[in-house]
């Protein structure tokens, strides 16, 4: 294999492929990168075995062939070369390693076989269906911040993506949750998405198709089966990942649908007042008590070693006044949620769940459970 790229489409190619491998690996070829040249362009594939990125960089191709080689050591040193470098891959079976050189900087890689790489198949999955990439930014973003860390109940370590009927009209929905908060998200639902299976896309999988929504173009290629997704993005960089096994809880039962007290509040400012007083607490993590009446909330937070931290905030709320507690930093990923000046709280109790809505934005919901004061 012989074939010269220009620095920067080889930088941007391995840029969005290194990301997927593991620092560490029981595996020695997941470590490495794939390159395959052929005519005039060179693709690079990487996996982790549970999910696949593949991208492609116009190159002028000496000699046609694949090899792997070790994934972030080429990047890092792609990264070092200068930029508008013309960069010369080279790999014969005489010299069993991959020579990287431009100007006067030489490097020599250990290279495994390409035929050890494990390629994922892409059988099985449905006919294309076109997202607007900004659609499925904001989907993505909107909900994300919610998928759960615990292991214990995988089922909710990912976003699940599916589509509902809503009032006659098909949507796309987004819902991620851990048990105590609940973000969803909703688009109308692009041609052809009508019943597909729904999924449950791993939390790395959602992260790195957020990474590479970024040079997307207008429209992204979404593919689903019971157990793959796969985006295809612009150019010709495409990411194929397995899905969660299991059953995403019945999340409709958890929305609240006749929450009666209503408060309006400034959504920057509440956030700030949130994070001055969370600054008494030992970690984000503890609780911020909210006394709502009308025209007015009172934050406490209290700690027996920090000592107590007190802020009043201006609201539009006239009902009986009440008290109800929140983990602040929930408090605070839904605020930087909402994109208008105003967040809308919705309360039954202090200890039913709470509603949040965006008024600019109808079709993205939150549900927060309170903790107890």
């Given at each position: 294999?012989?074939?010269?790229?220009?620095?920067?489409?080889?930088?941007?190619?391995?840029?969005?492929?290194?990301?997927?491998?593991?620092?560490?690996?029981?595996?020695?070829i997941l470590s490495n990168v794939l390159l395959s040249a052929d005519r005039e362009q060179v693709s690079f594939s990487a996996t982790d075995l549970d999910m696949e990125?593949?991208?492609?960089?116009?190159?002028?191709?000496?000699?046609?062939?694949?090899?792997?080689?070790?994934?972030?050591?080429?990047?890092?040193?792609?990264?070092?070369?200068?930029?508008?470098?013309?960069?010369?891959?080279?790999?014969?079976?005489?010299?069993?390693?991959?020579?990287?050189?431009?100007?006067?900087?030489?490097?020599?890689?250990?290279?495994?076989?390409?035929?050890?790489?494990?390629?994922?198949?892409?059988?099985?999955?449905?006919?294309?269906?076109?997202?607007?990439?900004?659609?499925?930014?904001?989907?993505?973003?909107?909900?994300?911040?919610?998928?759960?860390?615990?292991?214990?109940?995988?089922?909710?370590?990912?976003?699940?993506?599916?589509?509902?009927?809503?009032?006659?009209?098909?949507?796309?929905?987004?819902?991620?949750?851990?048990?105590?908060?609940?973000?969803?998200?909703?688009?109308?639902?692009?041609?052809?998405?009508?019943?597909?299976?729904?999924?449950?896309?791993?939390?790395?999988?959602?992260?790195?198709?957020?990474?590479?929504?970024?040079?997307?173009?207008?429209?992204?290629?979404?593919?689903?089966?019971?157990?793959?997704?796969?985006?295809?993005?612009?150019?010709?960089?495409?990411l194929t990942s397995k899905v969660i096994d299991g059953s995403f809880p019945d999340y409709m039962r958890v929305i609240p649908r006749d929450n009666q007290k209503i408060?309006?509040?400034?959504?920057?400012?509440?956030?700030?007042?949130?994070?001055?007083?969370?600054?008494?607490?030992?970690?984000?993590?503890?609780?911020?008590?909210?006394?709502?009446?009308t025209g007015r909330m009172t934050l406490t937070v209290r700690n027996m070693e920090a000592g107590q931290g007190v802020e009043e905030l201006e609201i539009d709320y006239?009902?009986?006044?009440?008290?109800?507690?929140?983990?602040?930093?929930?408090?605070?990923?839904?605020?930087?949620?909402?994109?208008?000046?105003?967040?809308?709280?919705?309360?039954?109790?202090?200890?039913?769940?709470?509603?949040?809505?965006?008024?600019?934005?109808?079709?993205?919901?939150?549900?927060?459970?309170?903790?107890?004061?």
């Amino acid at each position: 294999m012989k074939l010269t790229i220009e620095r920067a489409a080889l930088l941007k190619a391995l840029g969005h492929v290194q990301s997927v491998v593991e620092r560490r690996n029981t595996i020695p070829i997941l470590s490495n990168v794939l390159l395959s040249a052929d005519r005039e362009q060179v693709s690079f594939s990487a996996t982790d075995l549970d999910m696949e990125i593949v991208d492609e960089g116009a190159a002028h191709v000496d000699v046609p062939g694949q090899i792997t080689a070790p994934a972030h050591t080429l990047y890092e040193i792609v990264r070092k070369l200068p930029d508008g470098a013309d960069v010369s891959l080279t790999y014969s079976g005489e010299d069993p390693r991959l020579l990287i050189s431009a100007g006067r900087s030489k490097f020599n890689l250990p290279v495994l076989p390409a035929g050890d790489f494990p390629v994922m198949s892409a059988d099985g999955l449905s006919a294309h269906i076109q997202v607007d990439a900004n659609d499925l930014i904001r989907l993505i973003d909107k909900t994300r911040f919610a998928i759960s860390t615990e292991e214990t109940r995988y089922y909710l370590n990912g976003l699940y993506v599916h589509t509902v009927m809503d009032g006659g009209e098909a949507k796309l929905r987004a819902v991620a949750t851990d048990g105590h908060r609940l973000a969803l998200a909703e688009m109308p639902a692009p041609e052809g998405s009508a019943g597909q299976p729904g999924v449950i896309i791993p939390r790395k999988t959602i992260n790195e198709a957020r990474r590479l929504l970024e040079d997307a173009g207008e429209n992204v290629g979404f593919q689903v089966s019971a157990q793959k997704v796969r985006f295809e993005f612009a150019g010709a960089s495409a990411l194929t990942s397995k899905v969660i096994d299991g059953s995403f809880p019945d999340y409709m039962r958890v929305i609240p649908r006749d929450n009666q007290k209503i408060m309006t509040v400034d959504a920057e400012l509440f956030a700030k007042a949130v994070d001055r007083v969370a600054t008494i607490s030992a970690e984000k993590s503890r609780s911020v008590k909210l006394a709502i009446e009308t025209g007015r909330m009172t934050l406490t937070v209290r700690n027996m070693e920090a000592g107590q931290g007190v802020e009043e905030l201006e609201i539009d709320y006239d009902g009986e006044p009440f008290e109800i507690g929140f983990n602040a930093r929930y408090l605070l990923d839904v605020a930087g949620q909402i994109n208008g000046e105003i967040a809308e709280f919705r309360f039954a109790d202090p200890a039913s769940p709470t509603l949040v809505l965006d008024p600019t934005d109808p079709g993205v919901k939150y549900v927060l459970m309170p903790l107890r004061v």
